[in-house]
């Protein structure tokens, strides 16, 4: 059983410019969902996707936005970056009724 | 709309003593509650979940937490500190119904800092 992967661990974007997150989920899991967590606070819900559709949202902008795949991994994708979109963004993989596993996450610095 | 609350952001213990960190959630009902940890850097590992039933819970790395409804808590506690469980702590709820781990709500987190 593989556990929840992230890609890249790392990542330095410039204010304005584009990005994609990437999360392999846990096998056997078909519910994602992403979190954003700032230095020094807790996780905060951005969105979560079940079997490939949107399956609720949290306080953030249309300029972040996901995907499901068939093989229910996932991407985030953020447009227009802000520099207070440096964060750390966490991956999370459960069944609707199962607890959450996260992956390791990926540090993105917006300069 | 749900919250948690970690009162106490920074906690210093020594090694070999008894922990408690304590959690409050504010919610109409009896949300799913959760306790992760964090090491610095890391994702999330999953200590314990209250779903229903028996209001002790038991997790790994022998760490336990109460439920009582009565003060809307569920504290974590740990009889004996180690040294490598210095990491940051994190209550959440999910509400009831509507699936085990998924939009998970955080509190602020409890920073864990253990002396030798």
């Known amino acids: 059983e593989t556990g929840v992967t992230q890609s890249p661990t790392h990542l330095i974007k410039t204010r304005g410019q584009q990005v994609t997150l990437r999360c392999s989920s846990q096998?056997?899991?078909?519910?994602v969902s992403w979190y954003q967590q700032a230095l020094g606070q807790g996780p905060q819900f951005i969105f979560q996707?079940?079997?490939?559709?949107?399956?609720g949202r949290g306080n953030f902008p249309p300029r972040f936005s996901g995907l499901q795949f068939p093989n229910y991994s996932s991407e985030l994708n953020v447009n227009a970056l802000e520099l207070d979109d440096s964060a750390l963004y966490l991956c999370?993989?459960?069944?609707?009724?199962?607890?959450?596993?996260f992956g390791q996450g990926t540090r993105l610095t917006v300069v | 709309a749900q919250s948690v609350t970690q009162p106490d952001i920074h906690i210093t213990v020594s090694e070999g003593a008894s922990l408690e960190l304590r959690c409050n959630y504010s919610?109409?009902?009896?949300?799913?509650l959760f306790w992760y940890v964090q090491s610095p850097g890391q994702g999330l590992q999953l200590l314990l979940k209250?779903?229903?039933?028996?209001?002790l819970v038991q997790g790994i790395k022998g760490f336990e937490a109460e439920f009582k409804r009565s003060q809307s808590s569920f504290n974590l506690r740990k009889p004996s500190v180690h040294w490598s469980d210095a990491a940051e702590y994190f209550c959440?709820?999910?509400?009831?119904?509507?699936?085990?781990?998924?939009?998970?709500?955080f509190g602020t987190g409890t920073q864990l800092k253990v002396e030798l």
């Open positions: 999370a993989s459960s069944n609707m009724n199962t607890e959450a596993f």
């Open positions: 096998s056997g899991h078909n519910t």
């Open positions: 996707y079940y079997r490939e559709e949107e399956n």
């Open positions: 919610y109409g009902a009896t949300p799913y």
């Open positions: 209250y779903f229903s039933g028996d209001t």
């Open positions: 959440a709820v999910v509400p009831s119904g509507r699936g085990g781990g998924n939009k998970l709500t």
